[in-house]
């Protein structure tokens, strides 16, 4: 376990990692889920008193060695500058030209990782966006293909099936937030040249009104 995780996992050892985005408000812990239900971190900060802003989580468990393709952590969309309210900024490119890298260590490793998608998704439809089990390479690499082609901005980023991934969701009643990113891998600079991204025209829009769309075994998109 890193050094300054070290008192953190003494108040909770749920504790999984820490997340920073620069230029925003979110520089929080994250917890795992896995030891209690999700229910009880969406109205319990971190160090265990009842409050309706909750805390960072994800359903994953992140073990020394372990390997989690997509780690999916949820917050609230509070709408006051707290939580994950400020994931809704990604939706104007110039808040990704601005920040399109952000640092999520585990207890176990410090990493950079580079936005590679931002959309937006009712709750209703989310369960087809928001995966963690995949059969296979080439199933998860359907899945990197269905995340871009629904980015409102093309970031350029590339991303295959032997990349980590890791995707913020801003949770709110009426639509949920995402930003997707992938780790920086090894010995790859940890910047990002974005004079080429711009506004996906292309991309699809999702809402409770429209058919549900999800990758198909070869790679396209399917209705639902």
């Known amino acids: 376990m890193l050094y300054k995780f070290g008192k953190l996992y003494q108040t909770n050892s749920d504790i999984l990692g820490w997340l920073n985005i620069p230029n925003t408000n979110i520089n929080l812990p994250v917890v ?6 999700e229910l009880y971190y969406r109205n319990h900060l971190f160090e265990g008193s009842i409050n309706r802003y909750g805390t960072l989580y994800t359903p994953s468990a992140v073990t020394k060695g372990g390997y ?10 509070t709408n006051d500058g707290t939580m994950f309210s400020d994931l809704k900024e990604y939706l104007n490119i110039k808040r990704y ?12 490793l410090e990493n950079k990782w ?3 998608s931002v959309f937006k998704v009712a709750p209703a439809k989310e369960k087809n966006f928001l995966k963690i089990s995949f059969f296979d390479e ?8 269905l995340l871009k082609s629904v980015s409102l901005i093309d970031t350029e980023i ?25 780790m920086v891998r090894d010995g790859e600079s940890p910047l990002v040249d974005v004079t080429g991204s711009a506004v996906n025209d292309d991309a699809f829009s999702y809402s409770s009104t429209l058919p549900t769309i999800a990758a198909n075994n ?7």
């Open 32 to 37: 795992t889920s896995a030891n209690k239900s």
């Open 68 to 77: 989690v393709r997509n780690i999916i952590i949820y917050g609230k969309d």
């Open 97 to 108: 030209q601005e920040v399109p890298t952000f640092s999520f260590d585990t207890l176990y």
């Open 114 to 116: 580079k936005i590679f």
């Open 138 to 145: 080439e199933d998860f690499s359907s899945y990197l293909e």
């Open 158 to 182: 590339d991303v295959t099936g032997n990349d980590q991934i890791v995707t913020l969701v801003a949770q709110s009643e009426d639509m949920n937030y995402v930003v997707s990113a992938r």
């Open 218 to 224: 070869s790679g396209g998109l399917t209705e639902l």
